[in-house]
Protein backbone atom coordinates (compact mmCIF):
# COMPACT_ATOMS: atom_id res chain seq x y z
CA UNK A 1 0.00 0.00 0.00
CA UNK A 2 3.30 2.37 0.80
CA UNK A 3 3.44 3.95 -2.78
CA UNK A 4 0.00 4.55 -2.98
CA UNK A 5 -0.61 6.14 -0.20
CA UNK A 6 -0.86 10.45 0.11
CA UNK A 7 -3.41 11.74 2.69
CA UNK A 8 -3.71 10.29 5.58
CA UNK A 9 -6.63 11.66 8.25
CA UNK A 10 -5.86 11.70 11.90
CA UNK A 11 -8.93 11.92 13.98
CA UNK A 12 -8.14 13.28 17.22
CA UNK A 13 -4.83 14.63 16.86
CA UNK A 14 -4.88 16.50 19.43
CA UNK A 15 -4.71 14.08 21.93
CA UNK A 16 -1.49 12.38 23.20
CA UNK A 17 -0.84 9.59 20.98
CA UNK A 18 -2.84 11.81 18.27
CA UNK A 19 0.02 14.34 18.90
CA UNK A 20 3.19 11.98 18.74
CA UNK A 21 1.69 10.57 15.08
CA UNK A 22 1.42 14.48 14.00
CA UNK A 23 5.53 14.68 14.62
CA UNK A 24 5.99 11.68 13.55
CA UNK A 25 4.36 11.13 9.91
CA UNK A 26 4.17 15.33 9.21
CA UNK A 27 6.74 15.48 5.75
CA UNK A 28 6.32 12.16 5.22
CA UNK A 29 2.89 12.28 4.47
CA UNK A 30 0.10 15.11 3.79
CA UNK A 31 -1.76 14.56 6.84
CA UNK A 32 -5.01 16.16 7.46
CA UNK A 33 -6.82 16.75 11.09
CA UNK A 34 -10.58 15.37 12.13
CA UNK A 35 -10.61 17.32 15.71
CA UNK A 36 -13.12 19.35 17.81
CA UNK A 37 -10.27 21.56 18.43
CA UNK A 38 -8.04 23.48 15.93
CA UNK A 39 -4.83 21.82 15.81
CA UNK A 40 -1.88 24.43 14.81
CA UNK A 41 0.27 23.13 11.79
CA UNK A 42 -2.27 20.89 9.85
CA UNK A 43 -5.02 21.11 7.73
CA UNK A 44 -7.94 20.06 10.57
CA UNK A 45 -11.62 19.88 9.82
CA UNK A 46 -13.36 20.90 13.34
CA UNK A 47 -15.93 18.49 13.69
CA UNK A 48 -17.22 15.81 16.22
CA UNK A 49 -17.41 12.35 15.36
CA UNK A 50 -21.05 12.00 16.43
CA UNK A 51 -21.91 14.22 13.82
CA UNK A 52 -21.87 12.32 10.30
CA UNK A 53 -22.81 14.90 8.29
CA UNK A 54 -20.54 17.09 9.72
CA UNK A 55 -17.41 14.85 9.56
CA UNK A 56 -17.85 13.84 5.53
CA UNK A 57 -15.26 16.38 3.95
CA UNK A 58 -12.68 15.34 6.02
CA UNK A 59 -12.75 12.07 4.20
CA UNK A 60 -12.45 13.16 0.40
CA UNK A 61 -9.72 12.10 -0.94
CA UNK A 62 -7.88 10.74 1.88
CA UNK A 63 -6.12 7.14 1.44
CA UNK A 64 -5.77 6.17 4.83
CA UNK A 65 -7.74 6.92 8.23
CA UNK A 66 -5.95 6.79 11.82
CA UNK A 67 -8.88 6.48 13.93
CA UNK A 68 -7.97 7.65 17.09
CA UNK A 69 -10.57 9.77 18.17
CA UNK A 70 -12.10 8.60 21.53
CA UNK A 71 -12.68 8.82 25.43
CA UNK A 72 -9.87 7.24 26.71
CA UNK A 73 -10.26 5.89 29.84
CA UNK A 74 -11.79 2.68 31.56
CA UNK A 75 -13.84 5.33 33.61
CA UNK A 76 -15.64 6.75 31.11
CA UNK A 77 -19.09 7.29 31.86
CA UNK A 78 -21.91 5.67 29.91
CA UNK A 79 -22.89 8.75 28.05
CA UNK A 80 -19.34 9.66 26.71
CA UNK A 81 -18.74 6.16 25.68
CA UNK A 82 -21.73 5.89 23.81
CA UNK A 83 -21.81 9.28 21.86
CA UNK A 84 -17.86 8.85 20.97
CA UNK A 85 -16.99 5.63 21.16
CA UNK A 86 -20.08 3.91 20.03
CA UNK A 87 -21.98 6.25 17.67
CA UNK A 88 -18.65 8.28 16.77
CA UNK A 89 -16.52 5.09 15.56
CA UNK A 90 -19.33 3.71 13.58
CA UNK A 91 -19.83 7.46 11.53
CA UNK A 92 -15.69 7.18 11.05
CA UNK A 93 -16.04 3.99 9.11
CA UNK A 94 -19.44 4.81 7.81
CA UNK A 95 -17.66 8.35 6.26
CA UNK A 96 -14.71 6.01 5.18
CA UNK A 97 -16.58 3.75 2.85
CA UNK A 98 -18.77 6.74 1.70
CA UNK A 99 -15.57 8.36 0.89
CA UNK A 100 -13.76 5.39 -0.37
CA UNK A 101 -10.80 5.24 1.68
CA UNK A 102 -8.64 2.25 1.00
CA UNK A 103 -8.13 1.00 4.74
CA UNK A 104 -8.82 2.00 8.14
CA UNK A 105 -6.81 1.70 11.28
CA UNK A 106 -8.69 1.84 14.83
CA UNK A 107 -6.98 2.79 18.11
CA UNK A 108 -8.22 -0.21 19.90
CA UNK A 109 -6.89 -0.90 23.22
CA UNK A 110 -5.65 -3.06 25.69
CA UNK A 111 -8.56 -2.64 27.77
CA UNK A 112 -10.17 -5.29 25.74
CA UNK A 113 -8.28 -7.68 27.62
CA UNK A 114 -7.67 -6.21 30.58
CA UNK A 115 -9.96 -8.48 32.58
CA UNK A 116 -7.12 -11.06 32.62
CA UNK A 117 -5.33 -9.16 34.77
CA UNK A 118 -7.61 -9.88 38.01
CA UNK A 119 -6.10 -13.83 37.91
CA UNK A 120 -3.54 -15.28 38.06
CA UNK A 121 -0.69 -15.32 36.60
CA UNK A 122 -1.72 -12.13 35.21
CA UNK A 123 -2.21 -10.65 38.43
CA UNK A 124 0.91 -11.46 39.49
CA UNK A 125 2.77 -9.64 36.77
CA UNK A 126 1.08 -6.27 36.98
CA UNK A 127 2.21 -5.99 40.42
CA UNK A 128 5.25 -4.68 39.43
CA UNK A 129 9.12 -5.01 39.18
CA UNK A 130 8.94 -5.56 43.16
CA UNK A 131 7.64 -8.51 42.94
CA UNK A 132 8.81 -12.00 41.44
CA UNK A 133 7.69 -13.15 37.77
CA UNK A 134 5.57 -16.00 37.89
CA UNK A 135 7.19 -19.03 36.46
CA UNK A 136 5.36 -18.82 33.36
CA UNK A 137 2.30 -16.92 31.60
CA UNK A 138 0.47 -17.63 28.64
CA UNK A 139 0.94 -14.76 26.46
CA UNK A 140 -2.28 -12.95 25.29
CA UNK A 141 -3.06 -13.27 21.35
CA UNK A 142 -4.82 -11.19 19.13
CA UNK A 143 -7.14 -14.60 18.91
CA UNK A 144 -7.66 -14.36 22.80
CA UNK A 145 -11.33 -14.04 24.06
CA UNK A 146 -11.74 -10.80 25.26
CA UNK A 147 -12.38 -9.69 28.41
CA UNK A 148 -12.91 -5.90 28.36
CA UNK A 149 -11.88 -3.44 30.94
CA UNK A 150 -15.03 -1.28 32.00
CA UNK A 151 -17.29 0.01 29.33
CA UNK A 152 -14.69 1.38 27.45
CA UNK A 153 -13.25 -1.84 27.25
CA UNK A 154 -16.45 -2.72 25.56
CA UNK A 155 -16.65 -0.09 23.59
CA UNK A 156 -13.15 -0.79 21.85
CA UNK A 157 -14.81 -4.36 21.46
CA UNK A 158 -17.05 -2.85 19.01
CA UNK A 159 -15.34 -1.23 17.09
CA UNK A 160 -13.24 -4.04 16.60
CA UNK A 161 -16.33 -5.81 15.29
CA UNK A 162 -17.51 -2.87 12.72
CA UNK A 163 -14.13 -3.03 11.40
CA UNK A 164 -14.16 -6.59 10.94
CA UNK A 165 -17.84 -6.59 9.48
CA UNK A 166 -16.75 -3.14 7.02
CA UNK A 167 -13.95 -5.67 5.87
CA UNK A 168 -16.13 -8.43 4.69
CA UNK A 169 -19.48 -6.85 3.92
CA UNK A 170 -17.39 -3.04 2.10
CA UNK A 171 -13.72 -4.60 1.46
CA UNK A 172 -12.20 -1.78 3.46
CA UNK A 173 -8.77 -2.54 4.76
CA UNK A 174 -9.36 -2.33 8.89
CA UNK A 175 -6.29 -3.12 11.49
CA UNK A 176 -7.04 -2.45 14.71
CA UNK A 177 -4.14 -2.03 17.19
CA UNK A 178 -4.32 -2.62 21.16
CA UNK A 179 -2.77 0.02 22.59
CA UNK A 180 -0.84 -0.33 25.62
CA UNK A 181 -0.48 2.16 28.44
CA UNK A 182 1.29 5.86 25.98
CA UNK A 183 2.19 8.10 28.53
CA UNK A 184 2.56 11.91 28.79
CA UNK A 185 6.37 11.70 30.39
CA UNK A 186 7.23 8.59 28.21
CA UNK A 187 8.22 6.60 31.11
CA UNK A 188 6.29 4.39 33.55
CA UNK A 189 4.84 5.48 36.34
CA UNK A 190 2.43 3.14 37.65
CA UNK A 191 3.54 -1.14 38.41
CA UNK A 192 1.24 -2.20 35.72
CA UNK A 193 3.11 -0.08 33.69
CA UNK A 194 5.79 -2.38 33.66
CA UNK A 195 3.93 -4.57 32.01
CA UNK A 196 1.69 -3.06 29.30
CA UNK A 197 4.21 0.50 29.00
CA UNK A 198 4.13 1.18 25.26
CA UNK A 199 7.02 4.18 24.60
CA UNK A 200 6.01 6.99 21.93
CA UNK A 201 8.22 5.90 19.33
CA UNK A 202 7.18 2.42 20.00
CA UNK A 203 3.54 3.10 18.87
CA UNK A 204 4.33 5.61 16.13
CA UNK A 205 6.42 2.79 14.57
CA UNK A 206 3.56 -0.21 14.85
CA UNK A 207 1.16 2.56 13.97
CA UNK A 208 3.24 3.90 10.67
CA UNK A 209 3.54 -0.06 9.62
CA UNK A 210 -0.28 -0.45 10.11
CA UNK A 211 -0.18 2.68 8.05
CA UNK A 212 1.91 1.44 4.68
CA UNK A 213 1.52 -2.29 5.31
CA UNK A 214 0.46 -4.21 1.96
CA UNK A 215 -3.39 -3.63 0.96
CA UNK A 216 -2.99 -7.28 0.46
CA UNK A 217 -3.63 -7.32 4.71
CA UNK A 218 -7.41 -6.99 5.10
CA UNK A 219 -7.88 -7.36 8.80
CA UNK A 220 -5.83 -7.68 11.68
CA UNK A 221 -5.31 -7.15 15.25
CA UNK A 222 -2.29 -5.99 16.72
CA UNK A 223 -0.82 -5.60 20.65
CA UNK A 224 1.05 -2.60 20.77
CA UNK A 225 3.67 -2.38 23.90
CA UNK A 226 6.96 -2.24 24.19
CA UNK A 227 9.74 -5.20 25.00
CA UNK A 228 8.76 -5.25 28.48
CA UNK A 229 10.18 -8.20 30.34
CA UNK A 230 6.50 -9.12 32.26
CA UNK A 231 4.62 -8.34 29.01
CA UNK A 232 1.73 -10.42 28.90
CA UNK A 233 0.61 -9.42 25.30
CA UNK A 234 1.99 -11.35 22.13
CA UNK A 235 4.72 -9.27 19.82
CA UNK A 236 5.37 -12.11 17.71
CA UNK A 237 2.31 -11.61 15.19
CA UNK A 238 2.93 -7.67 15.00
CA UNK A 239 6.89 -9.17 14.30
CA UNK A 240 5.80 -11.15 11.47
CA UNK A 241 3.24 -9.72 9.37
CA UNK A 242 4.47 -5.81 10.06
CA UNK A 243 8.11 -5.88 11.03
CA UNK A 244 7.63 -4.32 14.12
CA UNK A 245 10.65 -4.09 16.38
CA UNK A 246 9.91 -2.47 19.27
CA UNK A 247 12.91 -0.72 20.53
CA UNK A 248 12.48 0.24 24.22
CA UNK A 249 11.64 -1.20 27.69
CA UNK A 250 10.25 -0.43 30.97
CA UNK A 251 12.81 -2.29 32.79
CA UNK A 252 15.54 0.43 32.13
CA UNK A 253 13.53 2.49 34.75
CA UNK A 254 13.13 2.86 37.91
CA UNK A 255 9.81 2.45 39.68
CA UNK B 1 -29.25 -22.68 40.70
CA UNK B 2 -32.19 -24.05 39.46
CA UNK B 3 -33.71 -24.60 43.55
CA UNK B 4 -33.52 -21.18 44.20
CA UNK B 5 -34.74 -19.92 41.06
CA UNK B 6 -38.49 -18.20 41.04
CA UNK B 7 -38.98 -15.21 38.97
CA UNK B 8 -37.67 -15.03 35.64
CA UNK B 9 -38.42 -11.98 33.56
CA UNK B 10 -38.17 -12.47 29.88
CA UNK B 11 -37.84 -9.20 27.48
CA UNK B 12 -39.29 -9.31 24.52
CA UNK B 13 -41.58 -12.16 24.99
CA UNK B 14 -43.95 -10.97 22.04
CA UNK B 15 -41.47 -12.24 19.61
CA UNK B 16 -40.96 -16.12 17.92
CA UNK B 17 -38.81 -16.87 20.65
CA UNK B 18 -40.37 -14.80 23.49
CA UNK B 19 -43.48 -17.27 22.59
CA UNK B 20 -41.65 -20.78 22.58
CA UNK B 21 -40.22 -19.63 26.08
CA UNK B 22 -43.49 -18.82 27.70
CA UNK B 23 -45.12 -21.53 26.63
CA UNK B 24 -42.21 -23.38 26.99
CA UNK B 25 -41.96 -22.14 30.92
CA UNK B 26 -45.00 -21.43 31.91
CA UNK B 27 -45.98 -23.52 35.22
CA UNK B 28 -42.88 -24.04 36.12
CA UNK B 29 -41.74 -20.23 37.25
CA UNK B 30 -43.57 -17.25 38.11
CA UNK B 31 -42.99 -15.76 34.59
CA UNK B 32 -42.98 -11.94 33.91
CA UNK B 33 -42.45 -10.19 30.84
CA UNK B 34 -41.13 -6.60 29.77
CA UNK B 35 -42.47 -5.65 26.74
CA UNK B 36 -43.29 -3.19 24.90
CA UNK B 37 -46.87 -4.56 23.68
CA UNK B 38 -48.79 -6.21 26.33
CA UNK B 39 -48.17 -10.10 26.20
CA UNK B 40 -51.57 -12.02 27.32
CA UNK B 41 -51.63 -14.45 30.17
CA UNK B 42 -47.93 -12.82 31.98
CA UNK B 43 -47.87 -10.19 34.08
CA UNK B 44 -46.47 -7.96 31.78
CA UNK B 45 -44.48 -4.60 32.33
CA UNK B 46 -44.83 -2.24 29.44
CA UNK B 47 -42.17 -0.23 28.52
CA UNK B 48 -39.26 0.12 26.19
CA UNK B 49 -35.83 -1.05 26.95
CA UNK B 50 -34.15 2.03 25.56
CA UNK B 51 -35.67 3.80 28.60
CA UNK B 52 -33.68 2.70 31.82
CA UNK B 53 -35.78 4.40 34.16
CA UNK B 54 -39.21 2.85 32.62
CA UNK B 55 -37.73 -0.81 32.71
CA UNK B 56 -36.20 -0.77 36.41
CA UNK B 57 -39.36 -1.86 37.92
CA UNK B 58 -39.59 -4.68 35.79
CA UNK B 59 -36.01 -6.18 37.58
CA UNK B 60 -37.43 -6.18 41.19
CA UNK B 61 -37.44 -9.63 43.07
CA UNK B 62 -36.00 -11.02 39.78
CA UNK B 63 -33.78 -13.66 39.62
CA UNK B 64 -33.11 -14.84 36.04
CA UNK B 65 -33.27 -12.51 33.20
CA UNK B 66 -34.01 -14.07 29.68
CA UNK B 67 -33.06 -10.91 27.48
CA UNK B 68 -34.43 -11.51 24.54
CA UNK B 69 -35.90 -8.00 23.13
CA UNK B 70 -33.95 -6.49 19.97
CA UNK B 71 -34.26 -5.94 16.22
CA UNK B 72 -33.51 -9.26 14.81
CA UNK B 73 -32.51 -9.20 11.61
CA UNK B 74 -29.08 -8.66 9.61
CA UNK B 75 -30.35 -6.31 7.45
CA UNK B 76 -31.73 -3.62 10.24
CA UNK B 77 -31.08 -0.10 10.28
CA UNK B 78 -28.50 1.60 11.96
CA UNK B 79 -31.13 3.76 14.70
CA UNK B 80 -33.42 0.86 15.17
CA UNK B 81 -29.78 -1.54 15.94
CA UNK B 82 -28.29 1.62 18.31
CA UNK B 83 -31.73 2.31 20.19
CA UNK B 84 -32.26 -1.22 20.66
CA UNK B 85 -29.30 -3.50 20.33
CA UNK B 86 -26.82 -1.54 21.63
CA UNK B 87 -28.26 0.99 23.83
CA UNK B 88 -31.60 -1.30 25.33
CA UNK B 89 -29.31 -4.02 26.16
CA UNK B 90 -26.69 -1.97 28.08
CA UNK B 91 -29.87 -0.74 29.81
CA UNK B 92 -31.09 -4.00 30.28
CA UNK B 93 -27.36 -5.13 32.10
CA UNK B 94 -27.77 -1.95 34.05
CA UNK B 95 -31.03 -2.44 35.81
CA UNK B 96 -30.21 -5.98 36.10
CA UNK B 97 -27.12 -5.27 38.43
CA UNK B 98 -29.01 -2.69 40.18
CA UNK B 99 -32.18 -4.67 41.00
CA UNK B 100 -29.12 -8.10 42.52
CA UNK B 101 -30.81 -10.40 39.33
CA UNK B 102 -28.24 -13.39 39.70
CA UNK B 103 -27.81 -14.33 36.25
CA UNK B 104 -28.63 -12.58 32.60
CA UNK B 105 -29.05 -14.92 29.54
CA UNK B 106 -28.74 -13.03 26.76
CA UNK B 107 -30.08 -13.97 23.46
CA UNK B 108 -27.05 -13.33 21.45
CA UNK B 109 -26.91 -14.66 17.98
CA UNK B 110 -25.04 -16.81 15.07
CA UNK B 111 -24.57 -13.80 13.15
CA UNK B 112 -21.48 -12.63 15.21
CA UNK B 113 -19.72 -15.74 13.32
CA UNK B 114 -22.00 -15.71 10.17
CA UNK B 115 -19.33 -13.58 8.20
CA UNK B 116 -17.45 -17.06 7.86
CA UNK B 117 -19.91 -18.45 5.67
CA UNK B 118 -18.57 -16.18 2.34
CA UNK B 119 -15.22 -18.03 2.87
CA UNK B 120 -14.82 -22.21 2.16
CA UNK B 121 -15.42 -24.49 3.53
CA UNK B 122 -18.51 -22.92 5.50
CA UNK B 123 -19.48 -21.56 2.00
CA UNK B 124 -20.40 -24.67 0.23
CA UNK B 125 -21.75 -26.19 3.45
CA UNK B 126 -24.49 -23.18 3.66
CA UNK B 127 -25.20 -24.01 0.01
CA UNK B 128 -28.04 -26.53 1.27
CA UNK B 129 -28.29 -30.75 0.77
CA UNK B 130 -28.55 -30.42 -3.29
CA UNK B 131 -24.82 -29.93 -2.51
CA UNK B 132 -22.30 -32.36 -1.77
CA UNK B 133 -20.46 -31.85 1.42
CA UNK B 134 -16.66 -30.60 2.17
CA UNK B 135 -15.26 -33.64 3.06
CA UNK B 136 -13.87 -31.63 6.36
CA UNK B 137 -14.51 -28.26 8.08
CA UNK B 138 -12.94 -27.11 11.55
CA UNK B 139 -16.26 -26.59 13.78
CA UNK B 140 -16.59 -22.74 14.41
CA UNK B 141 -16.16 -22.84 18.91
CA UNK B 142 -17.00 -20.25 21.64
CA UNK B 143 -13.42 -19.12 21.15
CA UNK B 144 -13.22 -18.43 17.69
CA UNK B 145 -12.73 -14.85 16.53
CA UNK B 146 -15.64 -12.92 15.58
CA UNK B 147 -17.06 -12.43 12.15
CA UNK B 148 -20.14 -10.62 12.26
CA UNK B 149 -23.35 -10.53 10.24
CA UNK B 150 -24.24 -6.71 9.39
CA UNK B 151 -24.59 -4.34 12.36
CA UNK B 152 -27.11 -7.00 13.78
CA UNK B 153 -24.17 -9.17 14.34
CA UNK B 154 -22.09 -6.54 15.72
CA UNK B 155 -24.64 -5.72 18.19
CA UNK B 156 -24.39 -9.06 19.48
CA UNK B 157 -20.53 -8.71 19.72
CA UNK B 158 -21.30 -5.98 21.95
CA UNK B 159 -23.69 -7.67 24.49
CA UNK B 160 -21.57 -10.25 24.71
CA UNK B 161 -18.28 -7.94 25.99
CA UNK B 162 -20.74 -6.01 28.26
CA UNK B 163 -22.04 -9.21 29.24
CA UNK B 164 -18.58 -10.39 30.15
CA UNK B 165 -17.66 -6.95 31.90
CA UNK B 166 -20.92 -7.00 34.13
CA UNK B 167 -19.80 -10.48 34.94
CA UNK B 168 -15.78 -9.47 35.76
CA UNK B 169 -17.28 -6.11 37.41
CA UNK B 170 -20.03 -6.82 39.32
CA UNK B 171 -20.14 -10.75 39.94
CA UNK B 172 -23.35 -11.01 37.23
CA UNK B 173 -23.68 -14.51 35.79
CA UNK B 174 -23.91 -14.07 32.21
CA UNK B 175 -24.66 -16.62 30.03
CA UNK B 176 -24.26 -15.65 25.82
CA UNK B 177 -26.29 -18.39 23.28
CA UNK B 178 -25.57 -17.77 20.21
CA UNK B 179 -28.96 -18.96 18.42
CA UNK B 180 -29.31 -20.26 15.18
CA UNK B 181 -32.41 -19.86 12.83
CA UNK B 182 -35.46 -20.57 14.91
CA UNK B 183 -38.44 -19.98 12.07
CA UNK B 184 -42.28 -19.84 12.51
CA UNK B 185 -43.16 -22.50 10.47
CA UNK B 186 -40.17 -24.54 12.31
CA UNK B 187 -38.57 -26.23 9.73
CA UNK B 188 -36.05 -24.82 7.14
CA UNK B 189 -36.94 -22.88 4.04
CA UNK B 190 -33.65 -21.94 2.92
CA UNK B 191 -30.58 -23.62 1.89
CA UNK B 192 -28.57 -22.52 4.86
CA UNK B 193 -30.97 -23.24 7.35
CA UNK B 194 -29.88 -26.95 6.47
CA UNK B 195 -26.96 -25.84 8.53
CA UNK B 196 -28.43 -23.34 11.35
CA UNK B 197 -31.77 -24.67 11.87
CA UNK B 198 -32.46 -25.24 15.68
CA UNK B 199 -36.03 -26.43 16.30
CA UNK B 200 -38.55 -24.73 19.07
CA UNK B 201 -38.04 -27.53 21.34
CA UNK B 202 -33.69 -27.25 20.85
CA UNK B 203 -33.78 -23.62 21.48
CA UNK B 204 -36.52 -23.90 24.66
CA UNK B 205 -34.35 -26.90 25.78
CA UNK B 206 -30.75 -24.31 25.53
CA UNK B 207 -32.39 -21.68 27.20
CA UNK B 208 -34.01 -23.33 30.13
CA UNK B 209 -30.67 -25.23 30.76
CA UNK B 210 -29.00 -21.61 30.98
CA UNK B 211 -31.72 -20.08 33.29
CA UNK B 212 -31.07 -23.45 35.81
CA UNK B 213 -27.39 -23.44 35.28
CA UNK B 214 -25.72 -23.94 38.53
CA UNK B 215 -24.51 -20.49 39.86
CA UNK B 216 -21.03 -21.28 39.77
CA UNK B 217 -21.55 -21.18 35.84
CA UNK B 218 -20.51 -17.47 35.76
CA UNK B 219 -19.82 -16.26 32.52
CA UNK B 220 -20.29 -18.40 29.40
CA UNK B 221 -20.91 -18.91 25.33
CA UNK B 222 -23.01 -21.42 23.57
CA UNK B 223 -24.32 -22.29 20.14
CA UNK B 224 -28.12 -23.32 20.14
CA UNK B 225 -28.70 -25.25 16.40
CA UNK B 226 -30.61 -28.52 15.85
CA UNK B 227 -28.39 -31.67 15.08
CA UNK B 228 -27.74 -30.69 11.16
CA UNK B 229 -25.55 -32.77 9.30
CA UNK B 230 -24.59 -29.61 7.57
CA UNK B 231 -23.87 -27.94 10.75
CA UNK B 232 -20.58 -25.50 11.71
CA UNK B 233 -20.60 -24.95 15.00
CA UNK B 234 -19.72 -26.81 17.64
CA UNK B 235 -22.26 -28.48 20.02
CA UNK B 236 -19.53 -30.44 22.20
CA UNK B 237 -19.32 -27.33 24.88
CA UNK B 238 -23.22 -27.15 25.51
CA UNK B 239 -23.74 -30.69 25.96
CA UNK B 240 -20.25 -30.70 28.69
CA UNK B 241 -21.38 -28.00 30.09
CA UNK B 242 -25.24 -27.93 30.21
CA UNK B 243 -26.11 -31.20 28.96
CA UNK B 244 -27.50 -30.09 25.76
CA UNK B 245 -28.77 -33.05 23.96
CA UNK B 246 -30.53 -31.70 20.48
CA UNK B 247 -33.69 -33.58 19.76
CA UNK B 248 -34.17 -32.62 16.17
CA UNK B 249 -32.43 -32.12 12.91
CA UNK B 250 -32.99 -30.78 9.84
CA UNK B 251 -31.68 -33.29 7.79
CA UNK B 252 -35.44 -34.54 7.81
CA UNK B 253 -36.64 -32.56 5.76
CA UNK B 254 -37.40 -32.22 2.15
CA UNK B 255 -36.15 -28.82 0.67
New interface residues.
Given amino acids: MKKSIRRILITGMSGLIGGIMHRALEGKYELVALNRRPVPGVRCYQADISDLSAIRPAFEGVDVVLHLAAVAHGGAP ?1 EEV ?1 RHN ?2 GT ?1 YVFEAAREAGVQRVVFASSGAVIM ?1 YE ?1 DLPYKKLVEGPDNPLPEEWPLLT ?2 S ?7 Y ?2 SK ?2 GE ?2 G ?2 YC ?2 YGLSVICVRIGAVLPGDKPTAPRHFSVWCSHRDVAQLLEKCLIAPSELRYDIFYAVSNNRRNYRDLTHAREVLGYIPQDSADVFVY
Fill in positions: WLVIYGAHAPFRPHGLGCIWALRYDR
